[in-house]
């Protein structure tokens, strides 16, 4: 297994695992408050129904749904830059950025902290500009 492979392997590993924790997270808070949204986990707990999720679980939902517009642009960019053999430092570095910076904006997104949750979604994008520029340029 070439360098490359083996550094996107584990910055798709982290990732995945960053996004289970994520899930694990709304579990712990619908679990904790004994709050939920779904009828039948309701009835599974015997509890009233809730008509909205618990603050920390909406966050979380909207962190996940930011992960689901970004992640697969990452995997999908990140896996044709091994596959055409681009510049592998700079390809490591740029997959290493976007996995600290989806990390950061995560828990940012979570606590709740601005401007640094805006500063770690503008690092990452910035990262995958950088693997589809070079994506490009294996093409040409």
């Known amino acids: 297994m070439n360098d490359l492979l083996r550094v996107y392997a584990l910055c798709v590993l982290v990732l995945c695992l960053k996004m289970f924790a994520v899930s694990c997270y709304q579990g712990y808070?619908?679990?904790?408050?004994?709050?939920?949204?779904n009828a039948e986990d309701a009835a599974?707990?015997?509890?009233a129904r809730h008509s909205i999720e618990l603050?920390?679980?909406g966050r979380a939902s909207r962190a996940w749904a930011?992960?689901?517009?970004?992640?697969?642009?990452?995997?999908?960019?990140?896996?044709?830059c091994v596959?055409?053999?681009?510049p592998a430092v700079?390809?490591?570095?740029?997959?290493?950025?976007f996995t600290l910076a989806r990390l950061a904006h995560t828990v940012t997104y979570l606590a709740g902290w601005q401007p640094w949750r805006t500063?770690?979604?503008?690092?990452?994008?910035?990262?995958?500009?950088?693997l589809g520029a070079m994506t490009c340029c294996r093409l040409v």
Not at 68 to 77: A, G, M, R, S
Not at 83 to 86: D, G, R, S, V
Not at 90 to 97: C, D, I, K, T, V
Not at 119 to 130: K, N, P, S, T
């Open 55 to 57: 603050p920390p679980v």
């Open 83 to 86: 596959a055409l053999e681009a």
């Open 29 to 37: 808070f619908r679990i904790r408050g004994l709050a939920f949204t």
């Open 119 to 130: 500063l770690a979604y503008g690092v990452g994008v910035i990262c995958l500009l950088g």
């Open 44 to 47: 599974f707990f015997k509890r």
């Open 66 to 80: 930011n992960d689901l517009e970004n992640i697969p642009v990452f995997f999908v960019l990140g896996g044709l």
């Open 90 to 97: 700079a390809s490591a570095w740029l997959f290493g950025g």
